[in-house]
Nanobody, 130 residues
C-alpha cells in the first residue's frame, strides 16, 4: 500500500506564502503521478496541479498558475506545493493524491479528476486572512 502524509498548513495573511509537504511512504513504486487538490466545505474538490515522476511538465489549473509551484524530492519521496501570493479565496483544506498513470493522463483538468486518484492524504488546513 501507499500512504500520503501532508504537513505545512497554517494561517497566513493575504500576500503571504506557505509550503505544503506530502511524504509518500509504503510501496512508492506503485504511484508516479502526484497531485494537489483543495476543498472548501460544501464545494467540490478542486484539482490544482499534478506532476509525473518522469519529469514531464506539471499541469496547473488557471487559478494558481504563476502563484503555486509543485516539486518533488525523489531522494525523500516528498512532493511539495509552494504557494505564494496567497489570497482569502485560497482558504481550504489541501490534499495530496497519487495514482499510477501515463504522463498524458497525469492532470487534474476535469471536474471528475479527483475520482481517478486512488490514494489520498489526510488533508491540511490553509487559512488566508484578509
Amino acid at each position: 500500500q501507499v500512504q500520503l502524509t501532508e504537513t505545512g498548513g497554517g494561517t497566513v495573511q493575504t500576500g503571504g506564502s506557505l509550503r505544503l509537504s506530502c511524504k509518500v511512504s509504503g510501496y512508492t513504486f506503485r504511484v508516479n503521478c502526484m497531485a494537489w487538490f483543495r476543498q472548501v466545505p460544501g464545494q467540490k474538490r478542486e484539482g490544482l496541479t499534478a506532476m509525473h515522476t518522469s519529469g514531464a511538465k506539471p499541469y496547473y489549473v488557471d487559478s494558481v498558475k504563476g502563484r503555486f509551484t509543485v516539486s518533488r524530492d525523489s531522494a525523500t519521496d516528498t512532493v511539495y506545493l509552494q504557494m505564494n501570493d496567497l489570497r482569502p479565496d485560497d482558504t481550504a483544506v489541501y490534499y495530496c493524491a497519487a495514482k499510477e498513470a501515463l504522463p498524458f493522463y497525469c492532470h487534474t483538468a476535469t471536474d471528475q479528476s479527483f475520482a481517478d486518484f486512488a490514494v489520498w492524504g489526510q488533508g491540511t488546513q490553509v487559512t488566508v486572512g484578509a
